[in-house]
């Protein structure tokens, strides 16, 4: 696993995990805490293997993960952040593939589509309000930027 370089935005998003996670605010967090929040991001550990992390990030051997620690732990875990520009052409790409005829829109069916294929565990409700609050206008059409800002959350 290669560690990332964070950006700002993604420190921030970690302290606020941190900070959350800290119910006690003892400034530190257990060995179950730090495989809650890496199981999180996607990453599910067994028990010998969380042991080991914590064995390589407690520098100070409290049995507890320190903020830094766990900044310097979450770095092997978190994805390096994307440049925003690649990551737009990227999603344009995307957008197209389904924008067959170039008219700058899609269906919301088929962005409903595009979301089942994302996750297929969102129930159709939720899907729907998703819709309705991008579809603002109510044309049942997405366009390349409401299609941006769900992608990215921005």
């Known amino acids: 696993m290669q560690k990332a370089e964070l950006s700002k935005d993604q420190v921030r998003v970690l302290k606020e995990a941190f900070i959350a996670f800290d119910i006690e605010k003892k400034g530190s967090i257990s060995l179950e805490v730090v495989g809650e929040i890496l199981e999180l991001l996607g990453y599910a550990l067994s028990e010998e293997e969380l042991q080991e992390v914590i064995e390589e990030y407690d520098v100070d051997e409290s049995g507890l993960i320190e903020f830094e620690e766990f900044i310097e732990l979450a770095s092997n875990y978190v994805e390096p952040e994307e440049d925003?520009?690649?990551?737009?052409?990227?999603?344009?790409e995307v957008f197209m593939l389904y924008d067959k005829d170039g008219k700058g829109f899609i269906p919301v069916d088929a962005f409903k589509g595009i979301l089942r294929e994302l996750d297929g565990a969102v129930p159709e409700t939720e899907?729907?309000?998703?819709?309705?609050?991008?579809?603002?206008?109510?044309?049942?059409?997405?366009?390349?930027e409401e299609f941006m800002e769900v992608m990215t959350g921005e």
């Open 84 to 92: 925003y520009d690649v990551l737009r052409a990227e999603l344009r």
């Open 127 to 144: 899907l729907d309000d998703i819709v309705d609050e991008i579809d603002a206008d109510g044309s049942g059409t997405v366009d390349f």
